[in-house]
């Protein structure tokens, strides 16, 4: 009777149920196909939730008059908590239901993204200010912006006013109330998306045969690219929109141009899609078994072979810490794991470069738009999805085992470090900007400084506001430096005259345009990094194979999880730092605050610029090709998938 019991138990283990009903017409969709799609189709929400942070980030410093510190702390908060709940969650989460596990995560996920678009239903509309503000001109009243004409640059709608303007406690009482309520989301956020890429993973593992799962896997990493893609094309759709579409007519929307930085566009808007999206997508989970149908089927016939069911069949371990902390200690102790986590973060590290810094890259380099820099990663989408695809292929239809995966990442990865170092070469030379890369016209040679003979008399502020105008092919920072003295609105262009530096020309508003070899090293620079990025991507799914296969069956969970943790310590929380950094050092000139703060860098040194980030790349890609070899030479493969326990194993199980 117990017997039977048990039987009925597992049988409802096995099925797809709501509560107590587990209907006939429901029991088609347990399968490893719907599972993986509908898997496929959460991680794509959560990379497109995880995405849109960076990509409003700049927004939401003006409306809620945040510097780059507190941001850059927001920024960080979603994989700090990936990487304090990972091994956890991984570890329990793989002896309990995984599928409610991501149901769970994702619910959370959605609380999140919701609690992320409060401080936009708190904030109270405030109309617009109006007039742009007014050109530096030079002057010899010239100085700090007014009280008047700061109010007018900076009154957006619940835009806070800057603490040097308006009362300093109520303006950060404001702004810690909306970071509170981002913060508070980005946490629900990273701690829900945990449970997604690990078990799920392994519960793909559990249903298909070992040399499938690779293809399977190909199949998650889809969701990457085209979440990230879809993220950023819903920011750059809701920034052009107002931020209060939703509570302001459209006539009565400030009339300046969406790239004036008074614009507030609607950030709040993809976190609303995101909520949505991410709450419908962990409905399917909470129906599925606790364990694959076709695990529960190799199961069932290992018990129905006489004498044999309880000698072949392992126990559980016990869910406990000492459990944990000696699957810790198997980890850390396997060398082919500890290089595949070296191999991942080396690659990461460069991955989360190039997602911080990327676009700003072609921008700061090629002196690209944001908009045609944007075009590249466009580009670069089918590229990716086809390496995924292939990669996947190959491992699935030459069956390769762990050692040969490793061969395989490591043959495939070279070419992408060939491509980074070529790419040092590939440049742009700098622009000539008078009194920080070239001296004024009448300078000394070597003379390198803003205030000049031709601008002396103008009394420019030593704190300015940056607004570029190019006179005969060199740039000006602002109208004062030029010693213009007139500006007059042509075709809706501002145009400047009278300007003492250069007299023979009228100057254009904006930066001078790049010359002809930077457009044509542009192109040449986007056909390196395509291949770069195809060819390192078609290893991808051989990374997951390795690990699943250099551990023992019941610690794939928690051997993703130890890799995304060490992944996170190593390249996701330190990179964008560190790359930073280095690219501040090839700064020559940066903008101040109001305050004296620094703040963003105005003009690069491309040469260095090229060689620190390219330079970089090429290190990072070095390490990962090393431990790809030492991943080779050490691993031994502990477990293949759905294949049936050896002979060797059951005898000692026997024993």
Not at 61 to 82: A, P
Not at 378 to 402: D, E, F, S
Request: proline fraction near 5%.
């Amino acid at each position: 009777m117990m017997k039977e019991n048990k039987d009925d138990n597992d049988d409802d283990d096995a099925k797809c149920v709501c509560d107590s009903c587990t209907p006939s017409w429901l029991q088609c969709f347990k399968g490893v196909k719907f599972f993986t799609f509908v898997t496929v189709f959460a991680l794509l929400i959560k990379v497109f939730a995880s995405i849109l942070f960076g990509a409003v980030v700049s927004t939401l410093e003006r409306q809620f008059n945040m510097d780059s510190v507190k941001s850059g702390v927001l920024l960080v908060i979603n994989d700090m908590m990936d990487f304090i709940f990972v091994i956890f969650v991984t570890y329990f989460g793989h002896r309990g239901h995984r599928p409610r596990w991501i149901a769970t995560g994702l619910f959370m996920a959605a609380m999140g993204c919701f609690l992320c678009i409060v401080p936009h239903i708190m904030t109270e509309y405030v109309p617009p200010g109006g007039k742009n503000a007014e050109p530096s001109l030079c002057s010899s009243n010239a100085g700090l912006p007014t009280k008047q004409n700061m109010t007018e640059y900076n009154m957006m709608s619940g835009n806070v006013m800057p603490a040097d303007i308006m009362d300093e406690t109520e303006g950060l009482q404001s702004m810690w109330h909306n970071v509170f309520w981002l913060m508070l989301g980005q946490i629900l956020i990273g701690i829900g998306n945990t449970p997604l890429k690990p078990l799920g993973t392994t519960y793909i593992d559990d249903s298909v045969e070992d040399h499938k799962t690779g293809f399977y896997v190909a199949m998650l990493f889809l969701a990457t690219p085209i979440g990230a893609t879809i993220g950023y094309f819903t920011s750059f759709i809701s920034l052009r929109v107002y931020v209060d579409f939703d509570r302001v007519p459209i006539k009565d929307w400030p009339r300046i141009p969406r790239s004036d930085p008074r614009w507030i566009g609607a950030w709040w808007f993809g976190f609303a899609v995101a909520a949505a999206l991410l709450a419908v997508s962990a409905i399917p989970f909470l129906l599925f078994p606790k364990e694959p149908i076709e695990c529960r089927k190799k199961r069932t016939s290992s018990e129905e072979a006489p004498e044999m069911d309880i000698r072949v069949v392992k126990p559980k371990r016990k869910k406990n810490v000492k459990e944990l902390i000696k699957a810790l200690k198997r980890m850390a102790t396997n060398p082919a794991m500890v290089f595949i986590c070296l191999s991942a973060s080396s690659s990461t590290a460069a991955y989360a470069a190039s997602g911080a810094f990327g676009i700003k890259y072609f921008v700061d380099e090629f002196g690209k738009s944001n908009s045609s820099a944007s075009l590249v990663g466009i580009a670069i989408l089918p590229v990716l999805i086809l390496a995924y695809l292939i990669g996947g292929y190959v491992i699935k239809r030459w069956k390769l085992n762990a050692k040969q995966c490793a061969l395989f990442g490591f043959f495939v990865d070279a070419p992408s470090c060939l491509m980074y170092f070529l790419l040092l070469f590939v440049r742009c030379p700098n622009s000539d900007v008078a009194g920080v890369t070239v001296p004024y016209i009448g300078g000394l040679p070597g003379n390198v400084s803003l205030i000049a003979e031709c601008n002396n008399q103008c009394a420019c502020p030593e704190i300015y506001n940056y607004e570029p105008l190019c006179i005969n092919n060199v740039t000006f920072m602002s109208p004062c430096h030029a010693g213009c003295t007139v500006m007059e609105r042509q075709n809706r262009q501002k145009m400047y005259s009278n300007c003492t530096c250069d007299s023979d020309a009228f100057a254009q508003n904006g930066a001078c345009p790049v010359d002809d070899v930077c457009n044509t090293n542009f192109m040449l620079a986007v056909l390196l990094i395509i291949i770069a990025l195809g060819t390192s991507s078609l290893g991808r799914s051989a990374d997951i194979i390795v690990t699943l296969r250099c551990v023992d069956k019941e610690d794939r969970s928690l051997a993703l999880g130890i890799k995304i943790f060490i992944v996170d310590i190593l390249a996701f929380f330190p990179s964008p730092v560190y790359f930073g950094a280095l690219l501040n050092w090839t700064c020559l000139e940066f903008a101040y605050k109001p305050t004296g703060e620094r703040g963003a860098c105005l003009v690069y040194d491309r040469t260095r610029y090229r060689h620190v980030f390219y330079g970089m790349y090429t290190v990072l890609h070095l390490c990962a090709l090393f431990c790809w070899l030492m991943v080779y030479f050490t691993v031994e493969e502990k477990n293949k998938g759905m294949d049936t326990l050896n002979d060797d194993q059951e005898m000692n199980d026997f024993e």
